[in-house]
């Protein structure tokens, strides 16, 4: 483990300029432009997958992005991990928003990243992340060989909701096989505070056209004649969210769990400054559902959002017109039992429901995922929680994230597989977001701790 540990030290560097290079493959899952960018990034991946000592590395094309494979099996009575990530980044808009362009990488300091941080889309989430595995793996190759099995299958689809990634792994078990799932793909609390994910939303994503006048009318002559669609879908929305901030579709909550108090408690004992909060995101005043803590308002609970609206004029100046459409892009949060395609069915109906007379509505599902829990008494928790207490001098903290990772409960679900969500990056790293960046401390720190997680896993695994 010395050994591994030097090497990194001295290749810092170089792991550093070819994560830059990575970096600068603008591979945006989500807009066919850039689907040549996406798999040169997959070319990219697994070539340094190859120079890692990987095996069997191959690019596997899906209906959709391709999905890199390798792996390297030492013995095959041995447990083996699976290390999951994903290539494919968000779109980068508002690109005027960035300080510097998304796809050429720059590093500098801030006050959060005293070391530095790597401003670029994808810098955190996942590219960064996953490229720690590539290289904890090549430092535990170049010194003694990696101490368990282990495969490497990347996808290019997360983003999009990971469609092909299910028929993938069912054509492709026997190959996949695994005792568990590692991923770096969420945060920690801070850089002294560190943490394992143990809980992920679900995903429901749709979205709805209303239609008014079969064209865009003067809003002169026609306006208070009609049935605005824009102003009906404004209202549709506000009505989905009552006072209290819950949610007004009837079932909605249905089968959601309940926390026990000493769950609740737990959530709420993570460090949490409403202060800090509240100021780097520049908000006067916090909200949500009423009787929850931002805490569990952002991870237990389950939300609606509107992630994008549009409709009549956007232009420069003032064109007097009463549209004939609206759209909306919506998210719906979900936590355990939430189905999500339920829930989408519950949306759907309730939102024709409310669509007031003089106007149609169509409503066109997206992707979903299932929200996940994983456990924290299991050999995979104990490596992980070990292995970081060893590089940050303190145990993780378990706590459940709001985000979603649709493989976790797929793997669960389809394999029996669970998954370990031992990520690096910080909730502040803009991800998704203009000048999305990841901390230098954060990779190096990610690249030192995987090593140990496996040399943990390994031995526990073994005295089991
Ligand atoms: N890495 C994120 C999810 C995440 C971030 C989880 C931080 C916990 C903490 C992932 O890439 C992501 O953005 N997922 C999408 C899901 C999807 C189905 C499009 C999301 O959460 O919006
Ligand atoms: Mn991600
Ligand atoms: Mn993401």
Redesign the pocket.
């Known amino acids: 483990m010395k050994n591994v540990q030097t090497y990194i030290s001295k290749n810092k560097r170089r792991f550093l300029n070819e994560l830059l290079d990575f970096l600068r493959i603008p591979s945006v899952s989500a807009d066919p432009k850039f689907a040549k960018d996406v798999k040169k990034a997959a070319q990219f991946l697994k070539a340094r997958m190859d120079e890692a000592g990987l095996d069997k590395t191959k690019i596997y094309p899906t209906k959709g992005h391709p999905i890199v494979y390798g792996e390297k099996i030492i013995d095959p009575k041995l447990p083996t991990v699976l290390v999951y990530g994903?290539y494919d980044v968000?779109p980068p808009d508002p690109v005027e928003l960035w300080d510097s362009p998304p796809f050429e990488p720059v590093i500098k300091k801030t006050k959060i990243h005293p070391q530095g941080a790597i401003f670029a889309r994808g810098a955190c989430?996942?590219k960064g992340q996953l490229y720690m595995h590539v290289k904890a793996f090549e430092a535990m190759q170049k010194n003694g060989g990696v101490p368990c099995n282990v495969k490497f299958m990347i996808e290019g689809e997360?983003?999009?909701?990971?469609d092909n990634l299910e028929i993938f792994c069912k054509k492709y078990s026997k190959m996949l096989s695994s005792d568990v799932v590692l991923l770096s793909?969420?945060?920690v609390i801070d850089n002294k505070t560190p943490s394992v994910?143990v809980g992920?939303?679900g995903?429901s994503?749709v979205e709805v056209e209303v239609t008014g006048p079969n064209k865009d009318l003067h809003s002169g002559v026609y306006g208070g004649g009609v049935t605005n669609p824009v102003n009906a879908l404004c209202q549709m929305i506000a009505s989905m969210h009552d006072l209290n901030g819950h949610i007004t579709i009837p079932g909605f909550y249905n089968e959601v769990v309940e926390l026990s108090s000493d769950e609740r408690k737990f959530v709420n004992k993570a460090p949490f400054s409403e202060a800090a909060y509240k100021k780097s995101l520049g908000i006067k005043d916090i909200s949500g559902e009423r009787g929850y803590s931002t805490l569990e308002r952002t991870s237990t609970r389950p939300t609606l959002d509107v992630n994008g609206i549009w409709g009549g004029y956007i232009g420069e100046g003032a064109k007097t017109v009463l549209p004939s459409k609206a759209f909306a892009k919506i998210?719906m949060r979900l936590v355990p039992n939430q189905h999500p395609d339920k829930i989408t069915k519950l949306f759907t109906d309730h939102f024709k429901k409310i669509a007031p007379p003089g106007v149609t509505v169509v409503v066109r599902p997206h992707?979903g995922?299932f929200p996940a829990v994983t456990p924290t008494n299991t050999i995979e928790y104990k490596a992980a929680s070990m292995a970081m207490k060893t590089t940050y001098g303190k145990e993780p903290i378990p706590v459940r994230?709001?985000?979603?990772?649709?493989i976790v409960a797929m793997f669960e679900k389809v394999f029996g597989v669970k998954s370990v969500l031992m990520?690096f990056?910080l909730?502040s790293d803009d991800?998704?977001s203009p000048n999305e960046h990841y901390g230098l401390f954060n990779f190096y720190k990610g690249i030192e701790t995987i090593p140990l997680f496996f040399e943990n896993y390994s031995k526990l695994k073994a005295k089991s």
């Open positions: 994903h968000q989430d996942d997360e983003e999009v909701g990971s793909d969420t945060s994910t992920l939303r995903l994503y998210s992707h995922g994230g709001g985000g979603s990772i649709p990520g990056g909730d991800i998704h």
